[in-house]
């Protein structure tokens, strides 16, 4: 079992920074992929951006230029920095994490990120 605890979130302005934080503990294995969803009100959950083991990244169209997701794998721990935020990057975020040899999906309990004058 894999517990992904996250913190960072909040209040901020818009044109503003935040970083959000996610540190896995349990059985992880060395192929686990980890990343940050976000749903806002009445909108569908999409993947903000994510980053395998190895370094690859993805990201939605939505941040890109902005979101910079980074992580250190020593300490399990997933970064996203967020920058340029917008009225529209008001969501709850929730740190995620796939175990790719069980296709097993992990949550974190989500935190809240406002952008707002």
């Known amino acids: 079992q894999v517990q992904l605890v996250e913190s960072g979130g909040g209040l901020v302005q818009p044109g503003g920074s935040l970083r959000l934080s996610c540190t896995a503990s349990g059985s992880i294995r060395s192929i686990y992929t980890m990343g940050w969803y976000r749903q806002a009100p009445g909108k569908q959950r999409e993947l903000a951006a994510s980053?395998?083991?190895?370094?690859?990244?993805t990201y939605s169209d939505s941040v890109k230029g902005r979101f910079t997701i980074s992580r250190d794998n020593a300490k399990n721990t997933v970064y996203l920095q967020m920058n340029s935020l917008k009225p529209e990057d008001t969501a709850v975020y929730s740190c995620?994490?796939?175990?790719?040899?069980?296709?097993?999906?992990?949550w974190g309990q989500g935190t809240q990120v406002t952008v707002s004058s």
């Open positions: 980053m395998t083991s190895g370094g690859s990244t």
């Open positions: 995620w994490g796939y175990d790719v040899i069980t296709r097993r999906h992990d």
